[in-house]
């Protein structure tokens, strides 16, 4: 099971756009989700006899509820611009993963049936009927997208690729297509109230754990507060924080943290997952169910602030859907948006990121390092996609970049950035994120982070660089898994909160 | 779903070998599965199929690594208790190969 079945890309010290080989990657199917999933989904499990209403269905919704999606449709001038952006081509030289042809694999289909020259003259226009065939291709090259928006950096029109995958995958539900990995854990989060399944007992018993583990590394007694009501702070972070290696580290490193902030702060049994999976599946509903469990967590504890800790697609929602999903920032206008907002501490920005929390307090003077803590470690940063692209942080433009950097070099004597084609709003995907990180597409995820491990390469070569600093779960399993596969030890990937848990004073 | 077959009797797995229910699991089973994985069963995994079982019992969740790492350290030695000899013993990594054999759901999530 550990070794490769295909080939793994050879590092190089460039990127080369690779001759494509087409249909390279068409036998990739990722598990389909099994009836009691879908069924608790709202959606069917196989494709019955109406599959293509209800797909076409679905698509016409969609197309009238987002009209950026219509405009997306409708503007590629196929202009290649996006062709050699994306890093599942990079890796896998298949040409479907280029962003215009992924896009057109939705579009063809767009065309014969809402658009009147692909009603009437479908082969003058590229417009071609809905079949299986097209279905399965579409299930097998939306699972292979991260929805990480880099294309649409490149785009001159901004069509985001990210959208369309979105709603492509939210049409397959809707048909009796699901994947198996990312609609098990939203019914999970739904039910017990994070990713994993991690029922409150099982919380309590490990933060119990953790707080006996910094107490005798420390000889300081920092707590991992539970349900505490009335308390300042609420934190909102991915699961996998309380589960894995390394983001353990990073849930020790925000204990510290407001340890030597002095504040009150409190975890949630409720809402113990900042992750939404409902992003990655285009529905607009689940992702609103998803992040209702972290406004009631908020109302029933009486919080004050919520910081959302390292997740990527975490806090695109947090920062840039939550406003309206749920009320936190002050758009919601329901009763109870309208109470959170009220008890709410408006002198700072709700929500905030863990990132933006840790770098005031270092700017006030509130934290004290001792650097050469981390001396042993020559870090890069790696820029996560949905924060680089999806997101920000603090009050300048480009904050999501400088402030995990500030805090790093605020925390450790030895940074390095890697390429600069690779990082900011240019960086590339981890090759997991979006819903991709599930063994089942573990080839789709070792090619995807070629580009990302050629640019670490280089740091690792260049710069001696020993330690991928990160802010995100995902990215975080990703490269601990995908590491080995390009020859580098797990243990050089961590968080940036890691790094701040080695260098804190705590008194 | 497949079946797959261990002493004389059929076992319902997922499409990734996981037993599908808890309750079927006997050491031959263990075998089997830690045989598919290509884990040669010795008392130290023993110790952690056995741990993440209990453990799953009281809690209805495989332990996290670090609750899981100090449990091997109790048991085994504190120079085992870390996440590279879990690794050494379970290579795909401990949270997946080792629920695997121990017949406990796959975990999901950012893992």
Redesign the interface.
Known sequence: MAAAEFEVPTLTEYVDVPKIKEGAMAHVKSFVSPQVTQEFMGYPWALGEDWKERALFKMGDLLGKYRSLRVFMDACVHCGACTDKCHYFLGTADPNNMPVARQELMRKVYRRYFTLPGKIAPWLVGAEDLTQETLEKWYSYYHQCSECRRCSVYCPYGIDTAEITMAGREILNYAGMGQKYSNEILVKVQKIGNNLGLPGPALEDTLAGLEEDIEADTGVPVKMPLDVEGAEILLVTPSADFFSEPHVESLIGYAKVFHAAGVSWTLSSKASEAGNFGLFNGSYETMRTVAMRIRDAALELGCKRIIVGECGHAWRVAYSFWNTLNGVGYGGDDPFARKLQEQLDSRYPQPMHICEYTWDLIQQGVLKFDKSANDDRVITFHDSCNVSRGSRMGTEPGGQFTIPRNIIRAVANNFHDMDADTIGEATFCCGGGGGLLTDDLIEVRVKGAYPRMNAFNNVAKGRQVNFLALICAICKAQFTKVFPYYGFDRNMVGGVHQLVSTAIKLD | MPMVEVAGKSFEVD??GYLTNLADWTKEIADYLAKE??VEMSESHWEVVNFLREYYEE???A?????LT?AVAKKLGPDKGN??YL?ELF???P???ACKIAGLPK?????
């Not at chain 2, 332990?63 to 609750?67: D, E, G, N, Q, S």
């Not at chain 2, 975990?107 to 893992?111: A, H, L, N, S, Y």
């Open positions: 499409e990734e994985e290509k809690y209805q969740i332990p996290a690594v670090r609750v100090k996440n590279k690794y290579p795909y990594g949270a997946k190969q975990p999901t999530g950012c893992i």
